[in-house]
């Protein structure tokens, strides 16, 4: 057990969130990218999507941190102060799990339809998409709005332990680390 453990503050957390942006979302919208306007191709889509889904889980779990908290010494926790499993990462990252996965069957049959294929360049690939599967945009500003809650309930976490909606669900903290 930890003794008095210094909890993760908001701007310490962001700060790590942007990392893992940079490092993760950098990696697979340009491998994304590279498909769009080369290949097309499902089987390219799919093992990038699932790396991007399993990239969260799979670091808190194994390393207890992801490469944004380990560069600002944060680790995520059990409420007893130890490394969680990978299933309680995986549910803590089901906020950004969800629209990956909606999106893998929207991609299967984007790639198959001549109509999408057809379009020239990143943009033009994406508002065929939208247009093809409008109701993906609602699913995905749903998940949005959950995020921004997920944000608020950060922000408002009143006993200063900086808990998160998803930390309430999975039941985790995220903490300094003093290593």
């Not at 508002?127 to 997920?150: C, E, K, Q």
């Amino acid at each position: 057990m930890i003794e008095n453990p210094q909890y993760a503050k908001f701007w310490d957390r962001v700060g790590a969130y942007i990392i893992d942006g940079l490092i993760v979302g950098t990696l697979t919208f340009a491998l994304n990218y590279l498909n769009i306007t080369n290949f097309k191709s499902f089987l390219f889509y799919l093992p990038i999507t699932v790396a991007g889904i399993l990239y969260k889980p799979y670091m808190e779990s194994y390393y207890g941190a992801t490469l944004g908290k380990m560069a600002l010494n944060l680790k995520v926790t059990d409420l007893n102060y130890n490394k969680i499993d990978f299933n309680k990462s995986f549910l803590r990252s089901l906020i950004i799990i969800i629209p990956s996965l909606i999106y893998i069957p929207v991609y299967y049959f984007a790639f198959d339809n001549p109509e999408i294929t057809k379009s020239e360049g990143f943009m033009e690939f994406s508002v065929a998409l939208a247009s093809a599967y409008p109701t993906t945009s609602l699913i995905i500003n749903i998940f949005s709005f959950i995020f921004i809650v997920d944000l608020i309930v950060l922000l408002s976490e009143g006993n200063k332990k900086q808990r998160s909606l998803k930390d309430f669900i999975a039941k985790t903290y995220v903490i300094k680390s003093k290593d």
